[in-house]
């Protein structure tokens, strides 16, 4: 099998450990901040950070479009955490200033409410078990948002609670934690497969 080639879209966040990780399993890793960075890539890690700064800089800098149409070419998308926020085709909890409604992607088919955790337990550490994987994924929540609703072409693959932490839409891969901040790469190595497969 050929190296997998994805890209890091490194407008704000928590880009640089994705790009470790990935690099450490192999993988050649892109910088994404122009569309033109998205030549060539079979996947794309949406990284956590701040949701709104980050949507705001996909709108400037013109890569919504681009990273749509690299899923519809057979792209795959993994969005942590805020990157989740940004691939939902809904989000609860987005500020006054956006009138509500926050710049994103609006690819995956599930509801996502943001800083779902409350001030109290603003950041915690949890072993998962992962549907389909054998390991357990040490999972980092920092602010994290949940995924309230998942649609019917949307698999749940882990939950905290009983809350949506993890899912899958074929070549979209969505979850609230910080995967890149655990010990760890099973999650890295999913995706990884699932861009070789694009
Ligand atoms: N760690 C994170 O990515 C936090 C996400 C952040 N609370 C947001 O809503 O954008």
Same mark, same amino acid.
């Given at each position: ?57 996909l709108v400037?800098?013109?890569l919504r479009n %681009?990273i749509r149409?690299?899923?519809? *070419? ?8 805020? =990157?989740?926020?940004? &691939? @939902? !085709? ?13 710049p994103?992607l ?29 390991? %357990? ?5 920092? *602010? ?8 019917? =072409?949307?698999?749940? &693959? @882990? !939950? ?39």
């Open positions: 099998m050929t190296t997998p080639h994805v890209g890091v879209l490194a407008l704000q966040g928590a880009f640089r450990e994705h790009k470790h990780a990935l690099e450490r399993l192999g993988a050649r890793v892109t910088e994404v901040r122009l569309p033109r960075d998205l030549d060539g890539l079979h996947g794309l890690v949406i990284p956590g950070g701040e949701s709104t700064t980050i949507g705001k800089l400037d800098y013109d %681009p149409d690299f899923h519809a *070419r057979g792209g795959a998308l993994w969005g942590t955490c805020a =990157g989740a926020i940004l &691939l @939902a !085709r809904e989000v609860h909890g987005a500020p006054k200033q956006f009138g509500g409604v926050q994103g609006d690819l995956m088919d599930i509801t996502v409410r943001r800083n779902a955790f409350g001030r109290q337990v603003d950041s915690f550490e949890e072993h998962l078990h992962v549907q389909g994987l054998t390991e %357990p994924v040490h999972a980092v929540f920092i *602010r994290a948002p949940i995924i309230e609703r998942a649609g019917e =072409g949307v698999d749940v &693959l @882990a !939950r905290h609670g009983d809350d949506i932490v993890l899912a899958q839409q074929g070549r979209l891969l969505a979850c609230s934690f910080h995967p890149e901040l655990g010990d760890g790469d099973a999650l890295h190595r999913h995706f990884l497969t699932l861009a070789q497969s694009a």
